[in-house]
């Protein structure tokens, strides 16, 4: 059984920095695509970021230049640095890995969510 754990979430001041880790454990060949997304309240889950195996990166515009999504591959762990935090990026954060169990089952993956609170 494949599981994702992530950490590092909490509040932090306007201007400030925190890091997010997803780590996934279990057995399976591959790991492709790792993401993060966020869920405001009362909005929908929109995607922060993402990595390819090939460390290929896509942000969303409201993060470009403040936030920096990476991959250790060795360690099956996805991290995302966020810098200059604002108050509209407080929301649940969900890390998303792309897996491939073998070389023909591929299957997407959610972290448990993570809650980040940007607030003076």
């Known amino acids: 059984q494949v599981q994702l754990v992530e950490s590092g979430g909490g509040l932090v001041e306007p201007g400030g920095s925190l890091r997010l880790s997803c780590a996934a454990s279990?057995?399976?060949?591959?790991?492709?695509?790792m993401g993060w997304y966020r869920q405001a309240p009362g909005k929908q889950r929109e995607l922060v970021a993402t990595?390819?195996?090939?460390?290929?990166?896509n942000y969303a515009d409201s993060v470009k230049g403040r936030f920096t999504i990476s991959r250790d591959n060795a360690e099956n762990t996805a991290y995302l640095q966020m810098s200059s935090l604002k108050p509209e990026d407080t929301a649940v954060y969900y890390c998303?890995?792309?897996?491939?169990?073998?070389?023909?089952?591929?299957?997407?993956?959610w972290g448990q969510g993570t809650q980040v609170t940007v607030s003076s």
């Open positions: 998303y890995f792309d897996i491939s169990r073998s070389l023909i089952a591929r299957a997407d993956y």
């Open positions: 990595i390819t195996s090939g460390g290929n990166t």
């Open positions: 279990g057995r399976f060949f591959r790991i492709n695509v």
